[in-house]
């Protein structure tokens, strides 16, 4: 399944270098992933009350330590993707279903550092990024990650006018799978 998530990054943040920008993404992102890296584990909430591991723990199989993320969403994410441009124009094109430029950490596989790169189409820096106040109208009941409260499903419990609330910061539309 699919979805889509504006995500929130810096003024500063340098657009032109794009695997620069796509690790700055995936920095904000990884958070919300519902695996953490390999060698990223952390220990199991079966433990969280300091007591010992529950031997038949789905999460960490009574080991006390686990990759899986209490509050991950996602498995991987791209940049436009099937949503090529909608952040700009609130419109969404069924054809762009798969390719893209995909930035994945894969969970159980080697990739170097643990990213892999794919270059396809869809995924245009000027077309999937925009100042905050340029997001379109209809995008912004779409899912969020913000400077201040993370993930976000209604924006408008956080602010009446996000385009606003948020000037001065860039917005990346993501197409994710979850
Ligand atoms: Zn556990």
Redesign the pocket.
Known sequence: MHGFVIVLLPEDTIRQDKIKLLMKIEEHVYPYKRFYHKGDDRP????EHGTS??SN?E??QGT?R?RRNPKGKLDYWLLGGRFDGYIRTGKTDPEKSIGNFLLEFVYGQTAVNGLLFHEDEHDDVDTNVVSAAQINISVLKENWITPDVGWVEDIFTVTDDPREHYKGYWAVGLDYHR
């Open positions: 199991c909430r079966c433990t591991p529950e723990c999460d960490c006390g686990t």
